[in-house]
């Protein structure tokens, strides 16, 4: 009897999400490579646990994370969070302590802010948490 090969498929995920009530604040830890499929895929996720739990504040961490992404896609990031649900007043803290990432970041710091989001960018958690509930 001829057996048929076996295949493993795993799907990596490049993040992780969750609720913190503590801070009530949906927390994202991306690792990895992160592309804009990861980045769509997280915002749509983040909006529902948002408004499952009726927060605006967030804190994303991309310090493991290497970015791939497009300027043009950063450029339309605000748009497609509002596409999404997604009502001012936001705060989001992006945690990042990974060099490769800087200018990425800043650019959607900046494109976020001249749109009216509230965006910030530190280099660790706790003071990420700290400007969240300020």
């Known amino acids: 009897m001829a057996t048929s090969p076996c295949w493993l498929v795993v799907k990596l995920v490049s993040f992780t999400i969750r609720y913190n009530p503590d801070i009530n604040a949906v927390e994202t830890n991306f690792r990895g490579i992160v592309t804009e499929n990861e980045i769509q895929a997280q915002v749509q ?78 280099s660790n958690q706790e003071q990420a948490q700290v400007w969240l509930l300020a």
């Open 45 to 122: 996720a983040n909006h529902e646990i948002a408004a499952n739990n009726a927060t605006s504040l967030a804190i994303v961490n991309v310090t493991h994370a290497t970015l791939q992404l497009s300027i043009t896609f950063i450029y339309g990031l605000p748009e497609l969070c509002e596409t999404l649900g997604a009502r001012r007043p936001v705060r989001m803290a992006i945690v990042n302590r990974n060099e490769q990432n800087d200018n990425l970041i800043e650019f959607y710091r900046l494109v976020s802010q001249n749109r009216g989001w509230n965006v910030e960018i530190f």
